[in-house]
């Protein structure tokens, strides 16, 4: 018996029957392409093709959005999501695409906009037949989100939108965009709007999407530029100037401390997957050499190795423990340190995954010979996306110093 | 075997440990235990032993020696998760007292599974305090190792590193026999037994170092005849508690030095507005988060999930012993000028901090334990 399915409810202990029969019939199929470390570095079409059958799929079978409404196309569920999350992971199934649809686009919407939208977006978004991106960074609004300037000006019941985001995951492959921009330049907070906007059909029309280069070499995210491109002030979350109020549940739940569970799965068979988990350290240890001996006797390596295990282990007893008032001196303590937490801990993985390869490290994934075909520098390299995404792990520091524990807002 | 969603920390051990909390707020405030335990501040005085023996009566009152002590030796049967709720509201005062010493002692009786073991149990749940001797002059914490031989029923030799030895009526000696290693339980009066106080920087507890000179037993002193397999199991329940304590006492550290972020000023700021304060006050929280979440999974596995319980008491000690280091630096640093100073309360957390560090191993000692554990021992 599992750790997960002790404290089961009985509709839980049902769907987790369900959900482990079903993905023990279900195949979803090799991927005819190497697949990316994760859903912001996919590149191809071939990639996206692959994984969004494989979320259509897994939402027809209820695996999906189950714990939203069922008129939101959701499973009505409650408390269902942590457990698909858990035996779609166990199951080893490749991760979700729509992953800003899933974590952030949803969550907002389903907490900010009108029933009839709801239904709309929703069921699409689950399946991934609409991928979803997220507008909110711009050149001159990074950490200072509150800053930015694209503008959307009111004419009658429309909005004519000019400006520029920028850092947009899958802009490139994305029919919707979840958007903040400014409705009034007189006040800072106040003067911020949300939208939902259908970029895909707006292409050209409005809309361009330009891709940026990683440091790693691939693509996946993107600059957006919007020319007068109007829209329906029924695409509209919330009120006109409530802007900065329906980015926090974007935030929040971007950061994993918002109340809908973001569906996650695993994160399939691929060299990718074997990378970012500290105790995978052990064996690429054991599989490496120092001066002719197993990397695995070196003491210092094992120390490393051994702190990036207890930080990790650290982490998984930390949401363990979230879930238990008592032992908690503040509810949102632990919540608000998990994307940080989580983000120094991989990227910090592949740095001694790196030591421990020593020379091989060099080796990148178009080489033949690099241990784990390259895919633990690509590792390291990537992980800069997720320390700087969603609030730098600076913001987050400040975040938890000021909102946590009391102290002043810093500038 | 595997663990509660919840730690096993339901209503019953939240409100053990909520009046625990409540009880040491009202009766030990850090002003107090400053008068109580910093009276001279002599680094020649002679190492000193001060508690408050009402408040020991008292806590003994509420049950606190019962938790872990099975029902059928007259305890309460309470998780060792319970026991580590109370040993972090200890800490968190910086109790002194025979407290963690006797909680210490328990889990090593209850391991041994012999008559003069549960009445000596039954004992510690009416109020007698114990404490473990074992250690050799090394600092050895290996429990093969000891120093103290049992010839012709008789102790010779020396046990060292013996915490709260003052405060507590009855010691558990480990000894090597013709077969092996036994433990004996010895009242401290006894003939042939000298406790020679240790002058340690730590003002919140005692420790000694304790002669035995041709000290007599008996065999209804006799707790096991295999004290090394007693002691090794009892050894993640042990882990645990030091660190369940630098997670109290380190929670303390951080309040008390974000209060002060809050009220000192200077460049025309209160001090948390700067980052170079704030940020490293958040790694603290952080790290200690990190390590009370694998103390108290250390704690639940050794209740029930025994097969990775030393694994994870080791990661709990690890991390633990991290957080005592850290919290005690930037406590006294952020604190500047008036943090160097006997006066000012951190001192006094900073010291029992640094004992905790580095008793029963240090991080780098632990992790290389945890590496034998999850890698194999490095290959000659």
């Known amino acids: 018996m599992s750790q997960e399915n002790k404290k089961d409810s009985l509709e839980q202990a049902s769907f987790r029957t369900y959900c482990r029969d079903w993905l023990t019939q279900h195949d979803a199929g090799t991927p005819s392409t190497r697949l990316p470390q994760s859903a912001i570095e996919i590149m191809h079409p071939e990639q996206l093709d692959y994984l969004r059958k494989w979320q259509g799929e897994a939402y027809a079978a209820g695996l999906i959005g189950c714990d939203y409404p069922v008129a939101e196309g959701g499973g009505g569920r409650k408390d269902c999501q942590a457990i698909a999350n858990q035996e779609m992971a166990r199951a080893g199934k490749p991760f979700l695409p729509n992953i800003l649809g899933l974590g952030m686009a949803a969550p907002t919407i389903h907490f900010h906009a009108q029933q009839a939208l709801k239904e709309r977006l929703l069921p699409g978004l689950f399946s991934c037949k609409d991928v979803w991106c997220q507008g909110f960074s711009e050149p001159g609004a990074g950490s200072d989100l509150a800053n930015v300037q694209t503008f959307a000006e009111r004419k009658g019941d429309k909005w004519i939108i000019n400006g520029h985001k920028v850092w947009t995951s899958l802009a490139h492959f994305a029919d919707w965009m979840i958007l903040l921009l400014r409705t009034d330049k007189s006040s800072k907070y106040d003067g911020l709007s949300y939208f939902v906007v259908p970029i895909k059909s707006a292409l050209g029309k409005g809309v361009t999407v330009q891709p940026l280069i990683k440091i790693t070499g691939e693509t996946g995210f993107n600059e957006v530029f919007f020319d007068n491109l109007e829209i329906s002030d029924g695409y509209r979350l919330d009120e006109v100037g409530k802007g900065w109020k329906v980015a926090q549940t974007t935030l929040l739940h971007e950061r994993g401390a918002g109340p809908m569970v973001t569906p996650s799965s695993g994160r399939g068979n691929s060299k990718a997957s074997a990378v970012g988990d500290a105790y995978a350290l052990i064996n690429l240890a054991k599989d490496s050499t120092r001066d002719g001996q197993s990397a695995a006797n070196d003491p210092l390596l094992r120390d490393q190795i051994m702190q990036m295990i207890i930080r990790q282990e650290g982490s998984k007893q930390g949401a363990r423990r979230a879930k238990v008032e008592g032992l908690c001196e503040h509810p949102m303590r632990i919540p608000l340190q998990a994307k ?72 | 075997m595997t663990q509660a969603k919840n730690f096993a920390f339901g209503e019953d051990e939240k409100m053990l440990r909520d009046t625990a909390r ?359």
């Not at chain 1, 792990?393 to 110093?401: A, D, K, V």
């Not at chain 2, 309360?345 to 900073?350: I, K």
């Open chain 1, 340 to 411: 940080l937490v989580m983000s120094e801990v991989r990227q910090d993985n592949a740095a001694v995954a790196i030591d421990i390869l020593g020379a091989h490290s060099t080796l990148y994934i178009n080489d033949e010979n690099a241990p784990a075909g390259g895919e633990w520098p690509l590792a390291y390299m990537n992980s800069y996306g997720i320390t700087i995404a969603a609030g730098a792990s600076e913001i987050q520091r400040n975040i938890l110093g000021e909102r946590v524990l009391g102290m002043a807002k810093s500038k």
């Open chain 2, 22 to 380: 409540k009880f040491l707020q009202d009766n030990l405030p850090t002003d107090k235990l400053h008068q109580l335990v910093a009276s001279d501040s002599d680094p020649y005085r002679e190492p000193p032993c001060h508690w408050d023996k009402n408040l020991w009566l008292q806590i003994v009152e509420l049950g606190w020696t019962t938790v872990i002590v099975p029902e059928k030796n007259g305890g309460s049967g309470m998780s060792l998760v319970a026991l580590c709720a109370l040993v972090e509201e200890a800490g968190r005062v910086a109790l002194p007292s025979p407290f963690i010493a006797t909680a210490t002692a328990s889990l090593v009786l209850r391991e041994c599974d012999t008559g003069p073991a549960n009445d000596l149990l039954q004992e510690i749940a009416s109020g007698k305090t114990a404490t473990l001797a074992s250690t050799p002059k090394s600092a050895s914490w290996l429990a093969s190792d000891c120093d103290i031989s049992l010839v012709d029923g008789k102790l010779s030799g020396s046990a060292y590193f013996v915490q709260d030895a003052r405060k507590v009526d009855t010691l558990l000696v480990q000894c090597k026999t013709e077969t092996g290693l036994a433990l004996y339980a010895m009242p401290v009066g006894s003939e042939g037994v000298e406790i020679v106080a240790d002058g340690i920087i730590d003002l919140t507890r005692d420790q000694a170092h304790i002669h035995f000179n041709n000290a007599a037993v008996c065999d209804a002193q006799l707790l096991s005849d295999e004290a090394c397999n007693v002691l090794e199991r009892a050894e993640p329940g042990i882990l645990t508690l030091v660190s369940a304590d630098i997670c109290g006492a380190a929670e303390w550290q951080l309040q008390t030095t974000v209060e002060y972020m809050k009220v000192r000023e200077q460049f025309d700021h209160p001090l948390g507005y700067f980052q170079a304060l704030k940020h490293p006050l958040v790694n603290l929280m952080i790290m200690i988060d990190q390590a009370k979440s694998l103390t108290y999974n250390a704690a639940c596995a050794i209740d029930s999930e025994p097969e990775n319980a030393a694994k994870f008491a080791r990661m709990a000690k690890a991390s633990a012993s991290e957080v005592a280091a850290f919290a005690s630096n930037r406590s006294i640093q952020f604190h500047g000028g008036i943090g160097f100073t006997w006066e000012c309360f951190v001192h006094l957390y900073s010291k029992r901090q640094k004992h905790n560090q580095v008793l029963y191993g240090d991080a780098k000692y632990q992790r290389a334990k945890l590496a034998d554990l999850l890698m194999g021992p490095v290959a000659c």
